[in-house]
């Protein structure tokens, strides 16, 4: 019922930046808690940047200074804004939410300051891969 279309991933030189956005629809209210998550190869999925259903930002510190989670109500969307990207920063970027009390919850690895949904993700987009190269 619910359907997250992720966009905006591509490739960039270190230090530049890019917008991913996430479209989100079949689900009557907008304001419900979502993270951005990358997955490296051959490394577990983790969290990065997490908005509560009060609006309130967290993020990672590798990313903290460099990152801004928003979100846009009225269109149904969730943004990552990236600046200042690095080679580490490279990986295929999931958005997520949790919504309602239906279907599998899952519970990824949080990078250190991340605060994520304490009920886990039961929805998740289908990925956008981020390169950054020197």
């Known amino acids: 019922q619910v359907q997250l279309v992720e966009s905006g991933g591509g490739s960039v030189q270190a230090g530049g930046s890019l917008r991913l956005s996430c479209a989100a629809s079949?689900?009557?209210?907008?304001?419900?808690?979502m993270g951005w998550f990358r997955q490296a190869p051959g490394k577990e999925r983790e969290g990065v940047a997490n908005?509560?259903?009060?609006?309130?930002?967290s993020y990672a510190d590798s990313v903290k200074g460099r990152f801004t989670i928003s979100r846009d109500n009225a269109n149904n969307t969730l943004y990552l804004q990236m600046n200042s990207l690095k080679p580490e920063d490279s990986a295929l970027y999931y958005c997520a939410a949790e919504v309602g009390y239906t279907g599998f919850f899952v519970r990824p690895r949080a990078l250190s300051g991340v605060r994520l949904c304490s009920g886990g993700y039961n929805y998740w987009g289908q990925g956008t891969q981020v390169t950054v190269s020197t």
């Open positions: 908005i509560d259903s009060d609006g309130g930002p």
């Open positions: 079949g689900y009557t209210y907008r304001s419900y808690c």
